[in-house]
């Protein structure tokens, strides 16, 4: 029988194995253009490749954004996924950046449930493959 107590679950997800971190990370999935092919399937495992928008957040509000110096939020801000952190479920986007106080920039983390999956990568054949499988189940 699985815990429902909150300390359980969370001290769970900290020890987890990397690969099962991996792909606790998440987001919905909602194409830019009509795809048949993903019909059914409402969330994807995020990749490094995929392209994003970020909807909630600094960097998902109506006007500009707050990290950058101006007025809070970013709408719309899309970019490609450039690392995952499994350890802390979060994501490094190509556009979302924060200027640290020596003048650097540096890349700020965004959680996956803050963005949506605009594009797939749609270099690697299996993963294309287990999607179908999922379609198909469905």
């Known amino acids: 029988m699985r815990s429902s107590k909150p300390n359980k679950q969370r001290k769970a ?3 987890a194995p ?11 999935l909602k194409l830019d253009k009509k795809d048949s092919r993903f019909t059914s399937i409402r969330s994807v495992t995020v990749r490094v490749g995929d392209e994003v928008e970020v909807v909630r957040g600094d ?3 109506p006007s500009k954004g707050k990290r950058d110096g101006e007025a809070r939020g970013r709408a719309g801000l899309r970019g490609l996924v450039v690392a995952i952190e499994p350890d802390t479920g979060r ?4 556009d979302a950046s924060v200027q640290k106080s020596d003048g650097k ?3 700020f983390p965004i959680a996956a449930s803050n963005v949506i999956v605009k ?3 749609e270099s690697d054949a299996k993963r294309l493959a287990k999607l179908q499988e999922r379609v198909e189940g469905a």
């Open 91 to 94: 994501l490094q986007i190509a």
């Open 18 to 28: 990397s690969h099962v971190k991996r792909k606790k990370i998440r987001a919905r």
């Open 13 to 15: 997800m900290y020890n």
């Open 105 to 107: 920039e540096e890349p």
């Open 119 to 121: 594009r797939l990568d």
């Open 59 to 61: 960097h998902g509000q």
